[in-house]
């Protein structure tokens, strides 16, 4: 399969340096492989993504002397085909719906503690289907139980991982998907999680490479599981290293970052922030 890769960013905000950085890289690695760039917008989070912040990321890449293939897939118009890849799981014993309230989960344990990787079951029939009826919200959760069965155990789940992760593990990564426990595959509030929408859309966009930033490093090895279970192919990871201001400090939307818009209004053209950045 020829080289592809994608950026996939979610429209909860404007673009920063980060963004460009990431996006740079692989656009740079399409063109110089003859690939494939796609560009994705991850919107399926209908809480927090918003119309004009899609609008500003074309707009801000194309300023950054970006294109990409046509049609832009936008994942809130593909719902439907998550849900019915959550309902194949569902079939086959491999999620559970899951009442259980952050509060709840969060009993014990105190504020400095780091969250315990949840693990759980479903309901028996009756209590369910009494507190389907009591119209009680619910999380479909994978569990890992039931998918290391399915699987005869993960040690056969590996990734190539041509960048590094965040301890510098680099090559052929051993696949630890029970670090982050059951996790949540749809919500009430935000109907798919990220990791479900993210494996079917590389699969479908037949990406070859994900090339993304580290921060995103322990989210493949959740991936990697569900391409297993929903026999997807799994792509090449390039985690690359996280941009870094004039502090030392990573640059990040909730840090208020300069966005790509204030460098610009500024008059930061594309070619110095390129070289800048060194892409
Ligand atoms: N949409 C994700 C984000 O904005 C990135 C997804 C990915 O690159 O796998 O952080």
């Not at 959760?141 to 992760?165: I, K, P």
């Not at 990697?224 to 026999?231: C, K, N, V, W």
Request: aromatic fraction near 8%; glycine fraction near 8%; charge should be neutral.
């Amino acid at each position: 399969m020829s080289f592809a890769t994608r950026f996939a960013p979610s429209p909860t905000g404007y673009l920063h340096r980060g963004h460009a950085f990431s996006a740079l890289t692989a656009f740079r690695a399409a063109r110089e492989a003859g690939g494939r760039f796609v560009l994705r917008i991850e919107d399926i989070d209908a809480t927090r993504s918003r119309p004009e912040y899609e609008a500003a990321i074309l707009e801000d890449l194309a300023w950054l002397g970006l294109d990409w293939e046509q049609p832009v897939r936008r994942q809130s118009e593909h719902l439907a085909d998550y849900h019915a890849a959550i309902e194949t799981l569902r079939e086959r014993g491999l999620v559970y719906r899951c009442f259980k309230t952050r509060k709840e989960l969060d009993i014990g344990r105190a504020p400095h503690e780091p969250a315990v990787p949840y693990r759980g079951a479903p309901l028996p029939a009756r209590q369910e289907a009494e507190r389907l009826a009591r119209g009680e919200a619910f999380a479909w959760r994978l569990s890992l139980d039931a998918a290391e069965r399915a699987l005869g155990g993960f040690s056969n789940l590996a990734f190539v991982e041509e960048g590094a992760g965040p301890d510098g593990e680099t090559g052929l990564i051993q696949a630890r998907p029970e670090t982050a426990g059951d996790i949540v595959l749809a919500r009430k509030d935000v109907g798919v999680a990220y990791h479900l929408a993210v494996v079917l859309d590389d699969a479908l966009q037949g990406i070859t490479h994900v090339i993304r930033g580290v921060d995103l490093f322990e989210a493949a090895h959740i991936q990697r599981l569900l391409q297993a279970l929903l026999d997807l192919p799994t792509p090449t990871y390039r985690h690359h290293g996280l941009l870094v201001g004039p502090d030392g400090k990573r640059y990040a939307k909730r840090d208020k970052a300069q966005t790509l818009r204030e460098l610009r209004a500024a008059g930061v053209t594309p070619g110095a922030l390129r070289a800048e950045m060194g892409v």
